[in-house]
């Protein structure tokens, strides 16, 4: 089992950067693959990019391609996701979440643990 924390949130204006966290608690951090998904006001929650158990590989949406990257620190059980030129349509409650694997998906029906949530808000 592992619990997620998401922090780093904020405000920014658009073309700006953002990096959220994920810490993880649980000796078993690094058996997981780890995805970020976000959720904006009247939408359903959607897939941002993951990685896997080893940070070895990793996936994103269209979207985001070339804009964010994720990665991970298996020694401070952490993952991060680094959002550059921002823009208002990535505004949204940014989650990080595992799944009961080492590998990732892109559906949030396969994760199992969840974080609570940071707030990402990108003003135009």
């Known amino acids: 089992q592992v619990q997620l924390s998401e922090s780093g949130g904020g405000l920014v204006q658009a073309g700006g950067s953002l990096r959220l966290s994920c810490a993880a608690s649980g000796r078993t951090f690094r058996a997981y693959a780890i995805g970020w998904f976000r959720q904006a006001a009247g939408k359903e929650r959607e897939f941002v990019a993951a990685i896997n158990n080893s940070g070895g590989s990793t996936i994103y949406a269209d979207s985001v391609q070339g804009r964010f990257t994720i990665s991970r620190d298996n020694a401070k059980n952490m993952v991060y996701l680094q959002m550059n030129s921002l823009k208002s349509e990535d505004t949204a409650v940014y989650y990080c979440?595992?799944?009961?694997?080492?590998?990732?998906?892109?559906?949030?029906?396969?994760?199992?643990?969840w974080g609570q949530g940071t707030q990402v808000t990108v003003s135009s």
């Open positions: 979440a595992a799944p009961a694997s080492s590998y990732y998906y892109r559906t949030s029906l396969a994760y199992e643990y």
